[in-house]
């Protein structure tokens, strides 16, 4: 397992793409992210996934977990037919 620095401080010159949208095209979209470390060096991110406006915009919420940063695997998603709602919003 790599080492992480002590402060996790985000770069744009160390930037990479974690999460991709989940179609292509405009109003497609993952993001509006949410972070937290653990004790054990473990990286939660929540995040908001997004379609078009008519095709079910904010549809989940999910909370992804990674060793490294870069490659993460889904722990929770939380859709917005779940809660009986339009669209989700960014969660924290």
Same mark, same amino acid.
């Given at each position: 397992? %790599? $080492?992480?620095?002590?402060?996790?401080?985000?770069?744009?010159?160390?930037?990479?793409? @974690?999460?991709? #949208?989940? *179609?292509? +095209?405009?109003?497609?979209?993952?993001?509006? %992210? $949410?972070?937290?470390?653990?004790?054990?060096?473990?990286?939660?991110?929540?995040?908001? @996934?997004?379609? #078009?406006? *008519?095709? +079910?915009?904010?549809?989940?919420?999910?909370?992804?977990?990674?060793?490294?940063?870069?490659?993460?695997?889904?722990?929770?998603?939380?859709?917005?037919?779940?809660?009986?709602?339009?669209?989700?919003?960014?969660?924290?």
């Amino acid at each position: 397992m %790599p $080492s992480l620095p002590s402060v996790l401080i985000p770069t744009y010159t160390r930037s990479v793409v @974690v999460v991709p #949208p989940p *179609g292509k +095209g405009d109003g497609y979209w993952a993001g509006a %992210p $949410s972070a937290a470390v653990a004790k054990d060096g473990a990286i939660y991110l929540a995040y908001r @996934v997004r379609r #078009p406006v *008519g095709e +079910g915009r904010g549809f989940a919420n999910v909370v992804a977990q990674s060793m490294d940063g870069e490659h993460f695997t889904t722990v929770a998603t939380l859709t917005s037919s779940e809660f009986d709602a339009e669209s989700l919003e960014r969660p924290y």
